[in-house]
């Protein structure tokens, strides 16, 4: 019977060897919100979650499950967690005239079409077992729907537990 | 010689150990458009790619070839099928101002910025077998240029085989 | 204790079977900017990491460190280098109206929005080794910024090193 040394490999050749484990670490988080343009800073729990999965190298994929709401990175201050939906609602305004909204009546064409535009879905890189980003860059998720929602994020991280090269 | 058996690998220890395979798994699909606003939904067919590559938790990435489509997420109806191109030839109007269209003339200056700005790229979750998606959010592409093409889109599956925990 | 053939497995059975090595490969690249709207290819770049991995089939992801910059794909050509900064500062104009601005000063409220909208990442499918684009489709970084920077992009590569099934 195989053992658990099955899962690591020897990678490269002479003074280079070293040990890996290619690996994948999936978590959902949660986030309650309080209706259009609640933005929050999801860069913590993020990062919990890449901690927990004690990848390296590799990288972060954070989903929001819906189509109403957006994932992407900001300075997350509140000048932008303001100016973000101002200049989204000034592209893509509320508006009864919307082909969804003759169907559906629900007041949120727009909160789609914004979301859509945004986008549900961020990859973000890996070092060292930390998320890549500039000091003042952190993951935001974007409510676009007209009420509060609890949403589902979805955080994939694939990649390899080897220490880097200068260890 | 070694053995099939090395694919394998243990995970965890004790109670928790499980087997796993990691992997990834590429296909193309095609579709066929009509011209600008040209709209598909893509959900079935990744999510063919996605069963026939038997990966269970990880990730799926669909491109489109090209500089003209776009990629994205959203609740597949009439009414927005509409809206998102209405909304987008609002945004970037198809003009013969456009820097492209003096050195080009082929009247597709907007057809780029709309792609652009939209984005050939998508990353999605898989969680048991399954695309992680709200139950009104499917994987559309759209199609930007100003005549109908032949559209290639490359789905690329990264995840493992792994059993989840609860099994 | 193992040797190197542990990395290597067998996928597959039977006339199918061959060998693959699932693995991760990232390498920063840098780039200097003049400042608002300089846009430069990181096509050749970004190639020559995915050359450097080994990698045949998988994704790579480039992604931009920090808030005011950006990342996607275009035709890049000089027309459309001028068309999207137009483009992005019709929708997004400088002013000193933003939230970012009245806390801040530092006039790059449009910057941090811009960016934010065209997204710092973007993932691409690797197959036969090279990167899956369109022959008029090339990966660009943009800057939003008001002024030149020294920028880092992330450039993390992941998939494995079996020959299609063709060879």
Redesign the interface.
Same mark, same amino acid.
Do not use: R
């Given at each position: 019977m195989?053992?658990?040394?099955?899962?690591?490999?020897?990678?490269g050749?002479g003074e280079d060897?070293r040990w890996?484990?290619?690996?994948?670490y999936?978590q959902q988080i949660s986030v309650t919100t309080k209706g259009h343009g609640d933005i929050h800073d999801l860069t913590e729990q993020v990062t919990s979650v890449v901690n927990a999965s004690g990848i390296q190298? /590799?990288?972060v994929?954070v989903?929001n499950?819906?189509?109403t709401a957006a994932i992407?990175?900001?300075?997350f201050?509140?000048?932008?967690?303001?100016?973000?939906p101002?200049?989204l609602d000034n592209?893509?305004p509320p508006s009864r005239n919307?082909?969804?909204?003759?169907?559906?009546h629900d007041g949120n064409?727009h909160s789609?079409?914004q979301a859509? @535009?945004? /986008?549900?879905?961020?990859? @973000?890189?890996?070092?060292d077992g930390k998320l @890549?980003?500039?000091t003042?860059?952190q993951i935001f998720h974007l409510e676009c729907d007209v009420r509060g929602r609890e949403r589902t994020i979805?955080v994939?991280v694939? /990649?390899?537990e080897r220490q880097s090269t200068r260890n």
């Open positions: 195989p053992s658990a040394v099955y899962i690591y490999g020897l990678h050749a060897l890996f484990k290619l690996m994948s999936q190298t /590799g990288t994929n989903f499950v819906g189509s992407g990175t900001i300075e201050e509140p000048g932008l967690q303001d100016d973000l101002a200049i592209l893509i919307y082909g969804h909204e003759q169907a559906w064409g789609h079409l859509t @535009v945004l /986008g549900p879905s961020l990859v @973000v890189p890996i070092s @890549v980003l500039g003042w860059q979805v994939t694939i /990649g390899d």
